[in-house]
Nanobody, 126 residues
Framework: QVQLVESGGGLVQAGGSLRLSCAAS????????MGWFRQAPGKEREFVAA????????YFADSVKGRFTISKDNAKTTVYLEMNSLKPEDTAVYYC???????????????????WGQGTQVTVSS
């Protein structure tokens, strides 16, 4: 049974940084592309960042490009989201997601992911 557990969320001031982790179990991690999504109160879930099964080809939403980085450690079965220069509009619940694929693509649509974590809250104060 696939489990994804996010951690690292919290309260931070604008301009600060956080690193989110998503620990995966119950899967052959190197066969999964990974993604990060977020959902703010009253808004739809939106794509944040994604990375291929091999840990290359990162892709970012325009709103976070240049501020966030994503990395995948297949040995530790963990994906990370490093968030810098945080803004109040980054406040949301952040979810990691896993998609089983034989290809080395990145995936940006939430419907492409079949496994999801429970989410971790990120709050950025102004």
């Amino acid at each position: 049974q696939v489990q994804l557990v996010e951690s690292g969320g919290g309260l931070v001031q604008a301009g600060g940084s956080l690193r989110l982790s998503c620990a995966a179990s119950g899967l052959t991690f190197s066969s999964y592309a990974m993604g990060w999504f977020r959902q703010a109160p009253g808004k739809e879930r939106e794509f944040v960042a994604a990375i291929s099964r091999s840990g290359i080809n990162p892709y970012f939403a325009d709103s976070v490009k240049g501020r966030f980085t994503i990395s995948k450690d297949n040995a530790k079965t963990t994906v990370y989201l490093e968030m810098n220069s945080l803004k109040p509009e980054d406040t949301a619940v952040y979810y990691c997601a896993a998609h089983h694929t034989p290809y080395y693509n990145t995936y940006t649509r939430d419907r492409q992911y079949e496994n999801w974590g429970q989410g971790t809250q990120v709050t950025v104060s102004s």
